[in-house]
């Protein structure tokens, strides 16, 4: 038998007060343990619920890794019209989606810039022969 959420809380409301006038040591203790099933049941029901969650993403390719590993783990990535092509919304479950899907994008998006960020490197010291060291721009003048 499943219970929503009112009917858990309205049970709990009981059991607290059993506890609170129980005659016995032994009507206590199962009353204490009757408790804690029940918020434990509130706990898992709140748990299963699943949320609206928009990302905000630095750039399309963010974006493009995002939705795959999304999809992946069967997560429906979407975007209301005119949300930015960087803003991607996933209805989940938020601890699932915390454990798995983003640890797994966090790592592959640090992988990835760690990639673009040699191939810039390569890119400039090889094919434009200079640093690329901002360090010394020069301040423009103005007259």
């Known amino acids: 038998m499943t219970y929503g959420d ?9 059991l607290e007060n ?11 203790d199962a009353a204490g343990a009757a408790i804690g099933r029940v918020k434990d049941r ?12 928009k990302f905000s993403l630095p750039d399309v390719w963010s974006v493009r890794l995002f939705v795959a590993v999304c ?5 429906r990535p979407y975007r209301y019209p005119r949300q930015r092509r960087t803003t991607v919304m996933v209805r989940t479950q938020e601890k699932f989606f915390d454990k798995v ?5 966090s ?3 640090t992988e990835l810039m760690f990639y ?28």
């Not at 029901?45 to 949320?51: C, P, T």
């Not at 999809?71 to 997560?75: I, L």
């Not at 899907?101 to 994008?105: G, H, K, L, M, N």
Request: glycine share 6%; hydrophobic share 35%; net charge negative.
């Open 71 to 75: 999809r992946k783990h069967g997560v």
């Open 42 to 53: 509130l706990d898992k029901a709140r748990d299963d619920h699943e949320s609206e969650l």
């Open 18 to 28: 059993l506890f609170r006038r129980a005659g016995t040591a032994g009507e206590r």
């Open 116 to 143: 673009f960020e040699d191939t810039v490197e390569h890119l400039i010291s090889t094919a434009m022969q200079s640093d690329g060291d901002d360090s010394a721009l020069e301040v423009p003048q103005l007259r």
């Open 6 to 14: 009112e009917d858990l809380l309205a049970k709990l409301a009981k």
């Open 101 to 105: 899907v983003w640890t797994e994008f």
């Open 107 to 109: 790592k592959l998006h």
